[in-house]
């Protein structure tokens, strides 16, 4: 298990808000394009994954070499999964069970990837990242208006898909926080970008692969949310796995949630009522427990040494 020292675990709190603050921009981007140009889920997808390789994959071939090719076996199966099934599950589980439940069932990852982490290299979460989990995982329930029936679709099949998306989201996070200790951030998401959007490039249909529009504007917008908001997410997000326990990074991504809502708010004029409020103010509370964790046990820990002393 890799110690993390209190300089380095503020560093990564940073990277990881600046992660959510990032892919906040994606879901009123997606949402603008869904329902302004109709451009079909799975093309959508694609092209802004295409966008990430188009910059990365140059870039990483002309500073380093090419993985060995159990390394490329590795990021092949990983990318296929925890990018390309990954993003297309998260397509279906919005059509299935509506935008509520879907954001709820994949910020169940944060929770897999502390039981996944606990298993495999007995990281045992703080109590303060337990409580800030239990904490946001509530407020998303309520920022994303989950507990109205209204809102709430429910099927068996639509569950099934929200659930994989969690489940290979963890798995991402965890498959990352391993690789990065003896890989370079670049090389890692390079690789398991390309394969999972060869995969998605399987999964298209030659009549809706590229009805992104007859105009220049969608197009650049896919290539914004590629290049900036995904690309300068996963950027940060694999970094701050190298300073913090992937169940805290988990936990405080989920800052997203409200970021995403003040951008809809402000760009699409989406506001939220009181509940929802209230539930942004849970999320932001249980990304920040973690942190506050750490410095009190600090504190008690220097309070201690001085009475020793």
Not at 116 to 131: D, H, K, M, V, Y
Not at 158 to 182: K, P
Not at 198 to 203: D, G, K, R, T
């Amino acid at each position: 298990m890799k110690t993390h020292t209190p300089a380095s675990r503020r560093t990564g709190f940073l990277l990881t808000v600046l992660a959510a603050m990032l892919w906040s921009f994606t879901a009123p981007g997606i949402d603008y394009l869904l329902n302004v140009y109709h451009v079909p889920q799975l093309a959508l997808i694609f092209w802004r994954d295409f966008f990430v390789v188009l910059v990365l994959l140059p870039i990483t071939l002309r500073r380093f070499t090419l993985p060995a090719r159990r390394d490329l076996l590795r990021f092949a199966i990983a990318g296929g999964l925890f990018i390309g099934v990954y993003h297309a599950l998260w397509v279906f589980s919005v059509a299935l069970n509506g935008s509520a439940l879907a954001v709820v069932l994949i910020y169940l990852f944060p929770a897999f990837t502390i039981v996944g982490a606990w298993l495999l290299w007995r990281e045992r979460p703080t109590r303060s990242a337990i409580l800030g989990l239990g904490l946001a995982f509530i407020g998303c329930v309520l920022a994303v208006e989950a507990y109205n029936p209204e809102v709430l679709r429910l099927n068996w099949l639509g569950v099934a898909c929200g659930l994989g998306t969690a489940l290979t989201q963890a798995g991402y996070t965890l498959f990352s926080q391993r690789t990065l200790r003896n890989t370079h951030p670049w090389i890692a998401l390079t690789w398991t970008m390309f394969f999972g959007t060869l995969v998605l490039a399987l999964m298209q249909r030659p009549s809706t692969v590229f009805a992104v529009g007859s105009t220049p504007w969608p197009w650049l917008v896919l290539c914004f949310l590629g290049i900036g908001p995904t690309l300068g997410g996963y950027i940060m997000y694999n970094l701050a796995l190298r300073s913090l326990p992937a169940g805290v990074v988990g936990t405080v991504v989920m800052l997203e949630v409200p970021c995403a809502a003040l951008l809809s708010g402000l760009l699409l004029n989406q506001w939220l009522d009181g509940l929802q409020l209230l539930g942004m103010a849970c999320i932001l509370g249980g990304a920040v427990l973690p942190q506050l964790g750490d410095h009190w046990r600090a504190r008690r820990a220097l309070l201690a040494e001085r009475i020793d002393g």
